[in-house]
């Protein structure tokens, strides 16, 4: 039986409500595809809580999570995730690449420009498709 993993992500906007997108680094699983920037939950947190320590853990920047977005189960060959994207907005701070290869603000028509990580792409579409 695959391990199933509960991963938060971030679809945080900045003021000119472009999106941050994060390339995963060739030593992650899913190599060199872009994902919403997060991580997993852990043990007795919340989905919020988890997502604001992984933020600044991985981005070095304090964010305030705001309301669920989107949630998505995926299988991979190896395992299945259940993404669980959730809206954000940055109050401390500038994100910086330190586990992924690259960060891009992108405006929501221009996400589909990008390779992303097969769980990610609901949300992505769910995205460009909101009013």
Known sequence: ??????????????????????????QMTIPNRWEFPGGKVEKGEDIYTALEREIKEELGCIIKADELFHEHTHEYDTFIITLIC????????????SE????????????????????????????????
């Open 1 to 26: 039986m695959k391990k199933t993993v509960n991963v938060v992500a971030g679809i945080i906007e900045n003021h000119q409500n472009e999106v941050l997108c994060a390339l995963r680094s060739p």
């Open 86 to 97: 959730i809206k954000a907005k940055i109050i401390d701070g500038t994100p910086a690449a």
């Open 100 to 131: 992924h290869s690259k960060l891009v603000w992108l405006e929501r028509e221009n996400l589909d420009s990008l390779k992303w990580a097969p769980a990610d792409i609901p949300a992505v579409t769910a995205l460009i498709n909101e009013k």
